[in-house]
């Protein structure tokens, strides 16, 4: 089982490839000379996003404001840059876990791979799934944070009427049962 393990990387930021409607997503950790790349879903880079900051405002809350922990992402730690280049996926993400470390006061993400189960590349094969592990300051966690979301809301934008993206050719909205809007002459 390979552990890509980075106590801090020097880079750890969400990025998306491709045009709206059909992109690829992905997780990247450079650090000591080396880059981890692993794809993942939309929905994943969106929901880890969601409960990083859930996560940094309990340890906030229980710490009575003590902990260090900002409330907002430090505007020195802002990271606009693309994903580096060439992007090499090591894995597919299956699964996504959350920590608090409490003696070193940083955020743990693990990122592990898919299992057989999910993955049909080696079946029937019992094999320890890979894992990219990063351990970052609470400050970079919210500037991780704060990218990831931008980059998931980047897409194709959201029909007012029913929530479901819109293509740059068009969209059919299910809430108009098939009819066009009302044209006012």
Avoid at 38 to 55: I, M, N, S, T, Y
Wanted: proline share 10%.
């Amino acid at each position: 089982m390979p552990v890509f393990d980075y106590d801090p990387p020097e880079r750890f930021v969400a990025g998306a490839v491709g045009q709206p409607g059909s992109r690829a997503f992905y997780l990247q950790a450079r650090g000591a000379g080396r880059i981890t790349t692993v794809g993942l879903e939309k929905f994943q880079v969106a929901v880890l996003a969601d409960r990083l900051e859930e996560l940094l405002d309990e340890v906030l809350r229980k710490s009575g404001g003590r902990a260090p922990v900002p409330a907002v992402a430090p505007a020195e730690l802002t990271d606009t840059d693309p994903l580096d280049m060439p992007i090499e996926e090591e894995f597919r993400v299956g699964t996504l876990a959350l920590a608090w470390d409490p003696e070193t006061s940083k955020v743990v993400i693990e990122a592990q791979e898919m299992t057989d189960d999910e993955d049909e590349e080696f079946p029937g094969e019992d094999r320890e799934p890979a894992v990219l592990r990063v351990r970052i300051s609470p400050g970079m966690a919210r500037a991780f944070s704060k990218r990831a979301l931008e980059v998931v809301a980047a897409g194709r934008p959201p029909c007012p009427l029913c929530g479901q993206p819109i293509d740059p050719d068009g969209h059919i909205c299910v809430r108009l049962n098939g009819h066009r809007p009302l044209q006012i002459r």
